[in-house]
């Protein structure tokens, strides 16, 4: 099973930059890093997603090391609003039921 | 461009009850997932359609579930009979093509709640 494993919770403060790691030891060649985002009642919502090095879009910028067993999430400047949790997804085209695995994500507070 | 379109948004039913989701997928999108959310946790899928076919429900409690795609398009996922444990959120989700590797597009869920 592709499992993927993120910090429960992480604080920060508006304005800050907030990185979220996501270890997938057992990534598979052909498996994407994709991150979603979701907030109370609702569905969960794309952010980004990459296969090696980095990607960057308009809301935030994904890292992802030579060896691909990890991937770190980095929102610049945050704000109240992104307040949510936040999952890392490992999976490729045509990926099994089995390994199409959320996990428990991470919920991220952000204070004034 | 609509979203993906689930209704109920809310259910509560007592136990042993058959229970009913809908889903329309975003218009052109193929694949058409479900998946359960227990509070607090992760979505779990429970079943995979491309098109009309249903490609992957190898996490799906055949014994009680059941779910349907006609014409490729909507689906219902089905619960009969309900338990107390099937209390969660049902997520449906559609991708253009389908795998780990697409970009999902979820629906707000219903919450299901067996009493």
């Known amino acids: 099973l592709a499992k993927t494993t993120q910090p429960i919770s992480m604080d920060s403060y508006e304005g800050q930059e907030v990185n979220i790691t996501c270890s997938h030891n057992?990534?598979?060649?052909?498996?994407?890093i994709t991150w979603y985002q979701q907030f109370p009642s609702q569905g969960p919502r794309f952010i980004i997603q990459g296969y090696k090095t980095k990607v960057t879009n308009e809301v935030a910028s994904l890292f992802i090391p030579a060896d691909r067993k990890s991937s770190t999430l980095s929102l610049p400047r945050v704000s109240l609003s992104d307040t949510a949790v936040y999952y890392c997804l490992v999976g490729g085209l045509r990926s099994s039921a089995s390994k199409i695995i959320f996990g428990s994500g991470t919920r991220l507070s952000i204070r004034p | 461009e609509a979203g993906v379109v689930q209704s109920p948004r809310y259910k509560i039913i007592e136990k042993k009850q058959p229970v009913a989701f809908w889903c329309n997928p975003i218009?052109?999108?193929?694949?058409l997932y479900w998946y359960r959310q227990n509070l607090g946790q992760g979505p779990e899928l429970l079943i995979r359609?491309?098109?009309?076919?249903?490609?992957?429900d190898s996490q799906l409690p055949k014994d009680r579930f059941s779910a349907e795609r006609l014409k490729g398009v909507d689906s219902t996922l089905k619960i009969q009979p309900a338990e107390l444990g099937d209390s969660a959120v049902y997520l449906c989700?559609?991708?253009?093509?389908?795998?780990?590797?697409?970009?999902?597009?979820f629906g707000p869920g219903t919450r299901l709640l067996v009493l």
């Open positions: 989700a559609s991708s253009p093509r389908g795998g780990g590797g697409e970009t999902q597009y």
């Open positions: 218009s052109g999108h193929n694949t």
């Open positions: 359609y491309e098109n009309e076919e249903a490609v992957d």
């Open positions: 057992n990534i598979a060649t052909n498996d994407y």
